[in-house]
């Protein structure tokens, strides 16, 4: 009861003194102050302190992979790993959450694929229709399934876990430094935007649960704005330049 909203905004100048970054503030205040909810709810407090505003989150990342940045890493990485990081490059799926389809979701009748609530870090389960680059993804991970291994995408039949140093390497050698495989989910967002697919059905494939969250992923890179600017330039220049409507001439009087 001896939290109010002062030590509160206090904790969170101490934190940034500290070198915490905004984003890590926040978690923990949307932690508290869900611990305060759940108290009022529960009868346990009677009161809950007013929280402060949110601190501005200026260090999210940008970076995103280009089909041919994506296709010169992918070269460079194993078999395995290749079929995970295109199939996280269409989808924007979470790499936590490929690495955990089995095959036990996958339906050959309707060429289907189902991640399990459970496997989902939002607990939401989806379904995910295969077809194009996707089918082809799941056909080699058919042609070399393991019997001893029920997920779809392992690696020599072991769970994929730290791909750290084989990722690193596959950037260092097609010269992309800096790149993370979490950049594969803000580029799947982003290419299902450019492809028209609508917001809604675009959330339901990379399990995003919030609009915010989804529209923070879409990133819009300088060529997506020249495009726009070359798109109205021509719409402009396909626009009539003379009037095709006559205005009426002004009346000193009116008709009755």
């Known amino acids: 009861m001896n939290v109010t909203t002062a030590r509160l905004q206090e904790a969170q100048k101490e934190w940034q003194r500290g070198g915490t970054a905004p984003a890590t503030i926040n978690r923990r205040m949307t932690s508290l102050k869900r611990a305060y909810s759940l108290a009022l709810k529960g ?3 009677n009161r809950a302190p007013t929280f402060p505003a949110k601190l501005p989150e200026l260090n999210a990342r940008q ?3 280009e089909k041919a940045e994506f296709l010169a890493v992918a070269a460079q990485l194993e078999p395995d790993l290749r079929d995970l ?3 996280c490059f269409v989808t924007g799926m979470r790499k936590g959450e490929a690495t955990k389809l089995t095959w036990a979701g996958f339906d050959r009748e309707t ?8 496997d989902a870090k939002t607990r939401v389960g989806r379904v995910i229709p295969l077809g194009g680059a996707l089918r082809a993804i799941i056909e080699r991970r058919l042609a070399s399934r393991r019997l001893d291994c029920q997920l779809i ?4 039949g072991e769970p994929i876990r730290d791909i750290r140093k084989s990722w690193a390497n596959a950037c260092k050698a097609a010269g992309l430094t800096g790149r993370l495989f979490h950049d594969f989910r803000r580029t799947g967002v982003r290419n299902l935007v450019r ?4 917001q809604t059905v675009a959330m339901a494939i990379s399990g995003h649960r919030t609009a915010s969250v989804f529209r923070r992923y879409d990133i819009t890179s300088e060529a997506d704005i020249a495009a726009a ?9 396909q626009l009539p330049e003379k009037q095709t409507v006559v205005p009426l001439a002004a009346s000193g009087g009116r008709r009755g």
């Open 111 to 118: 060429w289907t694929l189902r991640l399990h609530a459970r």
């Open 153 to 156: 995408f392992n690696r020599e």
């Open 195 to 198: 492809a028209g697919v609508s």
């Open 43 to 45: 009868g346990k407090i």
């Open 229 to 237: 600017v070359e798109r109205v330039s021509t719409y402009l220049d």
């Open 85 to 87: 990081a295109e199939w």
């Open 63 to 65: 970076g995103f992979f």
